[in-house]
């Protein structure tokens, strides 16, 4: 076979892996961020200051943020359930160390401590677990994009041929997840009125560089005959194409239907289309189509998967505008509002997951392909519990802040005082100026400001990789270096725009 033949069926025919193992792989990345956050916090309670060298802010954030994610899907993905339990017990002795050695003027018994930190205040306008849901989402698809071409990726993380649940499935819905989380319809405030179609023209005008992008991905593709697999989305369709739509889609059936009633539309959509598939020829057409899947028979016949998946996409993006909405127009503004927030998520969870098990002992099993019921359901769930874990490890960060007063952490909670007393106390300026500072040595923020940009460079690196190496037959060794170089020089890109406060976004 050709080395494109070899590289197509090196990601073609494969199953999946289980839900356990895929849930264990999504507790390291709030780890990773604990464990950043204690570090820094430890820094603070040793030197007094937080870390002012912006070279060493970045190699931290990276050897803390990335390393491990890249280890963890290559190396080490035959010990993934070790892990966690490792990480877990670095962080606690981290806290311990930090309970141990604060300021003795600061000692103060531990019950007082957690009943402070029940009463804190938070700023509601602010919720870090959104942002690095979205920002963790871009790095580990990027990392997944290159490393899928290495032996060392094990072919179980891989996108699923037909049925199944791979790691690369699950990223695929959680963008779409994440996008919807921060979409006009979730930041437009419920107290304004606006036309009905305002979110739907701000939509039409925003996604033109997913679509432009589509078409380059297309055009670049076809054009040096980089491998592909069509079973994906077709043999012109791709993920920038199935963004745009979902997005349009969605603003237009949010002009029609109440916002708060997403999570019925959602329902109502994709127990529809899993009817459609189960009881019509609609399933066998999307999995078999025409033998030869000959473009001349029919633009929906080539990109049946692509066209067709809309549906669920659609039905995971709605729900997840009612997450969004729950979140974000609550107004949660204490620890204790979130830890009540926490046992929402906990309860959908459940609900999610008895869903998820009924779907598959009465109808089929989970097929990204498809799109159907159960893949919205699973979709849905692991998101939902990678939210809630983010929530815990900013609310544990907040709860170490407490013991070494004067830290920070980018990207986390600020305990603020309350709105009667702000004005009183003239602390209205203190904390915001204080993180703004901060924010410029974290690569979360650098991120989240240039996502798009972010994820197109992590598009053309891996098509130059590829192009380059001979991915298949690559040593441990080299893969390794090859992917931390690869996610290195893209975030530093990104730290380096961030520093200069460059937003390459003008839609």
């Not at 997840?320 to 309860?347: E, I, T």
């Not at 410029?440 to 690196?461: D, G, R």
Request: proline share 4%.
């Amino acid at each position: 076979m050709s080395q494109k033949q070899l590289k197509e069926a090196f990601i073609s025919n494969l199953n999946g892996t289980s839900l356990l193992e895929i849930s264990a792989g999504l507790s390291l990345p709030p780890l990773c961020l604990l464990c950043r956050g204690l570090l820094l916090i430890l820094y603070y309670l040793h030197h007094g200051k937080p870390v002012s060298s912006r070279k060493y802010s970045l190699l931290l954030d990276f050897l803390v943020l990335v390393s491990p994610l890249l280890f963890s899907c290559t190396v080490l993905s035959p010990v993934i359930f070790f892990i966690p339990v490792i990480l877990a017990a670095f962080c606690a002795g981290i806290f311990s160390k930090i309970y141990s050695q604060r300021k003795w003027e600061a000692k103060v018994p531990f019950g007082q401590i957690v009943e402070e930190f029940q009463k804190a205040c938070l700023d509601p306008e602010c919720i870090p677990a959104i942002t690095v849901f979205r920002v963790y989402v871009n790095v580990l698809t990027s990392i997944s994009i290159l490393a899928v071409d290495f032996p060392q990726y094990p072919r179980r993380y891989a996108k699923a041929e037909t049925y199944g649940t791979g790691v690369m499935d699950l990223g695929v819905g959680a963008f779409i997840f994440g996008n919807a989380l921060v979409c006009p319809e979730v930041r437009q405030s419920s107290h304004t009125t606006q036309p009905r179609f305002s979110s739907l023209a701000r939509q039409v005008f925003s996604v033109w560089p997913l679509i432009s992008l589509g078409l380059g991905r297309l055009l670049s593709v076809k054009s040096i005959d980089y491998h592909e697999h069509t079973s994906e989305y077709g043999v012109h369709w791709n993920f920038f194409f199935t963004l745009a739509l979902v997005r349009l889609a969605a603003s237009l059936l949010l002009a029609i239907f109440p916002r708060h009633k997403a999570w019925l539309v959602a329902l109502a959509l994709a127990v529809l289309y899993q009817l459609l598939l189960s009881a019509t020829s609609l399933k066998t057409f999307i999995l078999h189509g025409s033998d030869g899947r000959d473009s001349r028979l029919g633009f929906l016949d080539a990109n049946r998967e692509g066209l067709l998946s809309l549906f669920g996409y659609l039905a995971i993006y709605l729900a997840s505008v009612q997450v969004g909405l729950w979140l974000q127009q609550q107004r949660r503004s204490s620890v204790r509002g979130w830890l009540g927030a926490l046992r929402g998520l906990a309860l959908a969870l459940v609900v999610l997951w008895v869903l998820l098990q009924l779907c598959q002992a009465c109808g089929e099993p989970v097929s990204r392909r498809l799109a159907n019921l159960p893949f919205c359901t699973w979709v849905l769930a692991h998101c939902l519990l990678l939210l809630g874990w983010f929530v815990l490890a900013d609310l544990a960060l907040v709860l170490t802040k407490l013991l070494v007063k004067g830290s920070s952490v980018p990207c986390c909670w600020e305990v603020v005082q309350p709105p009667d007393s702000r004005k009183k106390h003239g602390m209205e300026a203190g904390p915001v100026g204080r993180q703004d500072k901060l924010s410029q040595l974290c690569l979360i923020s650098a991120i989240n400001k240039n996502q798009l940009l972010f994820f197109l460079l992590a598009n053309v690196m891996t098509g130059a990789v590829n192009i380059l190496i001979d991915t298949i037959h690559s040593k441990a060794a080299f893969t390794l270096c090859v992917l931390h170089l690869y996610m290195f020089l893209n975030c530093l890109i990104m730290y380096i725009l961030h520093a200069k406060n460059i937003v390459l976004k003008f839609w």
